[in-house]
Structures are given as C-alpha cells and as structure tokens.
C-alpha cells in the first residue's frame, strides 16, 4: 500500500513538473478591450487577411470558434474591467480582434455587430454614403509577431466598427 501511494506522488511531482515546463514554453498576449459587453477576443493566424476568416464566421460561441483556422489559443480570460489574456500555444504573425454581439442574432457574426481589432489608422477617400466623396478615417488591422516564450501586453483593441462598414471599407480598398 506504501508503494501504490508513493508511486502516486512520484507520478503526481512528474506532472506537475512537466506542467511547469510546459508553461515556460507558452506565451501570454494581453490588453484591454474598449467595447462594453465584449463576446469574445481571438487571436487569429495571420497567414491571410482579417476578411477572410470573419467572413468563415457563423456563430460567435466557444465550440465554433475553436477551429484551426481562427481561434488561436486557450485560457481566453475577459475580466469585468475588460482585460483579456490568451495563452498562446502557437506563434507567428497573429492578428487580435473582439466581437460585441449587438447585432440581429444572438450568437451569430452578423452585420450590425461590432468587430474591434488592434490597428493602426490610415485615411481613405471613398463613397461610402449618399453617393458623395467624403474623407473617411478608419483603422487597418496589424498583425504582431508572436515569439515563443515572450509575452505581449498592451495590445490594446479600440477600435470597433459594425461589421457591414468593414465589408464595404474591405471591398473599398482591395
């Protein structure tokens, strides 16, 4: 009985120094979200562009959003203060973006929800409404080079727009 509960505590240290070990090898990306009642905050491959996977997006929950192609970590933590922490498990260019889901559907991306990411901010002259020229101000998703075992914080996601004016502004610009 001695040897049972001792092979049980060697095997329990080796766990938890594997678990050690695993951690180092992590990376943790963070920031704040300013949007109120944020769904979900991704990090998502940058091998493509941004328009590409919101577009592959159907419902906005745990289980659809945990596919290969556009969720990009575990351990997603939005605290009330609208902080968020990602545990990263895969590196390389990366893209941030929150979902609000205020739009027509519960649970589902559709147009007049809000899509935030972290950006920079460019200038555009394009029709957009009424059929006028008019100087319009938006933000360009920016990928981050995520490096294995060197945490980011401060990727702060400020800049929302409803998903309908990101599709004509990517139609815009491409």
Known sequence: ???????????LFILLINCEELKDLLT???GKVYAENCKVVL??????????????IDK????????DEIF???DLVISDDSLYNITMFSFGETYFLALVDNGLIENELDTLDHVG?????????TILCLGSDSLFTYAVPKKMDIVERVDESDI?????IE??????IYETIN
């Open 1 to 11: 009985m001695i040897k049972k509960k001792l092979s049980v505590v060697i095997i």
């Open 60 to 67: 906005i929950d745990d289980r659809s959003l945990r596919d």
């Open 163 to 168: 998903f309908r004016w990101f599709i004509k």
């Open 43 to 56: 990090a998502v491959k940058g091998e493509t562009d941004l328009f590409y996977y919101l577009n592959n």
């Open 72 to 74: 990009r970590g575990f």
């Open 156 to 160: 702060d996601i400020e800049n929302f």
């Open 117 to 125: 990411f972290y950006a920079e901010y460019d200038t555009l002259v």
């Open 28 to 30: 943790t990306a963070s």
